[in-house]
């Protein structure tokens, strides 16, 4: 009984909706993790293989067709945020063709995207309202070099001017981060941790040149708070905020909580960090979640379980940074 009344609480906790999200907040900044929006072409410099009809996922194009339905079903559940960083995302094709062949066109969303040294081929993005976000900057932070066997994706950096209906503007520098996985023992946990420190380095060197800005990276970090590259690489060392005046937003979120799932327990490993105090929001309606038979509870929808097609939505949940 008391497992049950302690899945509940968790449960109200994680799932609860978001109807009245919007309110206090003039943008709305979302990241997710997509897992794997491929195209269903083979690239001859990408281990995509996989991805492509005769590969082993059997990546059809009415899969494709599904996954990208999912995606722009998903940003307009979440009111179409004037700001949407991706992970796990192919080239710019598939980003095109889900802000032009799908309703999504209509609330004029465009992109920022650059190839990376991924091996796999996925790289982060950010969508963009074209009314209310001007880009003015755009690169990648190279974050890997020729000593690492397993090259990993670089930051993407997008400085901009964000516009709301009263004609108020703020600038705004938006990084989006895909660190390297746990997999790969030592030497992932070193580059994950050059990772954060080139981050930190990169929002401090922002902030002071652009003090009145917005200064905020998102992303899938694959690392919690309390975790070395976000305690030691950012420099927070188990507090909200660190030397630099960055605040980690997702440090007082509530525990059993989270936006991934692994073996029962979930965690924050999507993550947000700006230089101003904002609101963080979990999406999880129930079409994003299903029954989690083995840990009990719900878990992510995903698209695959190893080579077996669910046809679901992605293994991360969304989560969604709240501008005033």
């Known amino acids: 009984m008391k497992r049950a009344f302690i899945a509940i609480v968790i449960g109200f906790l994680l799932f609860s909706g978001t109807a009245n999200a919007q309110e206090g907040c003039r943008w709305t900044l979302a990241f997710w993790n997509v897992e794997n929006f491929f195209d269903t072409w083979r690239d001859s410099v990408k281990e995509d293989a996989v991805f492509t009809p005769n590969g082993d996922n059997s990546w059809t194009p009415r ?8 995606i722009f079903k998903v940003i307009t559940a979440m009111q179409s945020p004037a ?6 995302v192919e080239n710019a094709y598939v980003l095109r063709d889900l802000c032009n062949n799908t309703p999504l066109r209509k609330v004029g969303y465009d992109f920022v995207h650059f190839e990376s040294p991924d ?37 993407l950096l997008v400085g901009g001017i964000l516009k709301d209906a009263n004609h108020s503007a703020e600038t705004c520098f938006v990084l989006v981060n895909h660190w390297p ?5 030592a030497e992932a946990d070193q580059l994950r941790m050059k990772v954060a420190q080139r981050l930190l380095y990169t929002m401090d060197s922002l902030q002071r040149r652009h003090p009145q800005a917005l200064v905020v990276a998102v992303g899938d970090f694959n690392a919690t708070s309390d975790e070395e590259p976000i305690s030691k690489g950012m420099q927070f060392h188990g507090k909200a905020t660190n030397h630099a005046g960055f605040h980690d937003l997702m440090a007082k979120q509530p525990k059993g909580t989270g936006s991934y799932k692994y073996q029962g327990v979930w965690s924050w490993i999507d993550h947000a960090i700006a230089n101003k105090q904002l609101h963080v929001d979990l999406f999880a309606p129930d079409y994003l979640l299903v029954d989690d038979e083995k840990y009990m509870g719900k878990k992510p929808f995903r698209t695959y379980t190893g080579m077996v097609y669910l046809g679901g939505y992605s293994d991360h949940l969304p989560i969604l940074v709240r501008i005033p």
Request: hydrophobic share 35%; glycine share 8%; charged share 30%.
């Open 83 to 88: 700001l949407v960083g991706l992970a796990e």
């Open 181 to 185: 996985s746990k997999r790969g023992g």
């Open 119 to 155: 091996k796999r081929g996925i790289d982060c993005a950010l969508l963009y309202r074209k009314e209310q976000f001007e880009v003015l900057e755009s690169r990648p932070i190279v974050v890997s070099d020729s000593l690492h066997v397993q090259p990993t994706r670089d930051i």
């Open 63 to 70: 899969r494709y067709l599904i996954k990208k339905n999912h």
